[in-house]
């Protein structure tokens, strides 16, 4: 009988025991490697659907990046993104929209979505509307040089130093013409008279017309479009009305303030209408008129604009004509022959300031006119660029306008005054522009800007059915 070696057997029985616990071992390692790996990348592709969710209309118009967390709706808020999130996560993980996957996969992973918050956010009107700011700069800065910064600047010192935004000139003005009214004084015979007349009453007339009607062909062809601002985004902020965000903006990279502000005005006069360059889609036409009066029409912000406009012209043209003798000395003459015919030479001094301020006036409106055509006027003018002599502007004769010519664009002085408004209320009307002029869009009536996220901090839990759990934070924004 023959007896057989059992020794190949055994060793082939440990062998095989050794290289299948390797291999499960090393198959739960690809599982584990893999269920990690697959989360990481369905929580990014998950918030990266989100991010292209941004608000179309938003875009189009302003050209700005946002999230829209109300999605159409009424309730903007982070419950309506995390459902969205959750749709995106439960879609990447979904196997049933892969062909015959019942017959030809099975679900290795066995990963599923237990749930998605969002922790932080940075929503467009934080700070006091800070934050629309940034985004405004940074999309337009790449665009726009700063060398006109330099240029502005020394307008606004030019008008600072030489006191041209104080409308002191037509109270002056008016004061000038009430002691000319209620002079009196005593002949040689000791007899009183009162009434001279004033050599700028023609001017007077036209003043109390208003500057629109002078200045604008066709009165009645300017917008009326309203604006009710008490539901928009500016009111509701003086109400505490809105939604604030917790994630505080990054501090590194913001340009300096001076700097931040002319690129923020640059974004608003590149993205909104006035005067001359209209939009009818708006929900007002002249709105950066809007920005710097801040009234509830159209025709009110143009008009105050005109107003100020005009006093600005009037006082820079009053300075002018004080410093050129040619001038002043035809101003002189008049003024005393007036005063010698009627024999009151202490009336004198006062129809001079009559006379210059009115003959200011008088080529105020000129400059006004030149510029609401698309002209352009100096800001303080010298002999070659007056245009009235004293006996036209005394006559009332203002028909004349120009367009050719060297200084400032009418979009110049939107830009002065522009800077001289206060920031925060700047920022205010120019987000209440925004949110009605989205409302306007289609699907987007109920549109808030402060439901408009532009950073978002997410965290996302999973778990797999083979034992592994993963929590992944994730912050995201429109960089």
Known sequence: MRQENGYLTVYMALCIGVVLSLCLTLIEGVRRGGTALEAACVADIGIQSVFAEYSRQLLEQYNLFAIDSSYGTLEPGTDNTEAHLLYYLGKNLDLDQVFLSSFLYKDFLGLQVDGVEITGVSILTDLKGAVFRRRAVEAVKDDIGLSALTELKEWMEVIEVNGLDDT?????????????????????????????ANPTAVLEEKRRLGILKQVVEDESALSRNTLDTSGLIYSRMA?????????????????EEMEERFLFQEFLLRYMGRYGCEDDENALRYQIEYLIAGKENDTDNLRSVANRLCALREAANAAYLWSDTVKKAEVDVIAETIS??????????????????????AESVYDMKTLFSGGRIPLIKDEDSWHYGLRAALTGQLSDSGREGSGMSYEDYLRVFMMFAGLDELTGRAMNMVEADIRMTEGNWGFRLDGCYDRVEFDIRMSSRYGYRYQLSRVRAYD
């Open 168 to 196: 002191g000139t037509e109270e002056r003005k008016e004061a000038a013409d009430r002691q000319i009214r209620e002079f009196e004084y005593v002949d040689q015979e000791g007899m009183h008279r009162v009434g001279i």
């Open 239 to 255: 109400r505490g009305q809105i939604s604030q965000g917790n994630l505080a903006p990054e501090e590194s990279g913001w340009i």
């Open 340 to 361: 010698a015919v009627l024999m009151v030479p202490e009336i004198a001094p006062v129809l001079k300031i009559a006379i210059t301020l009115g003959w200011a006036y």
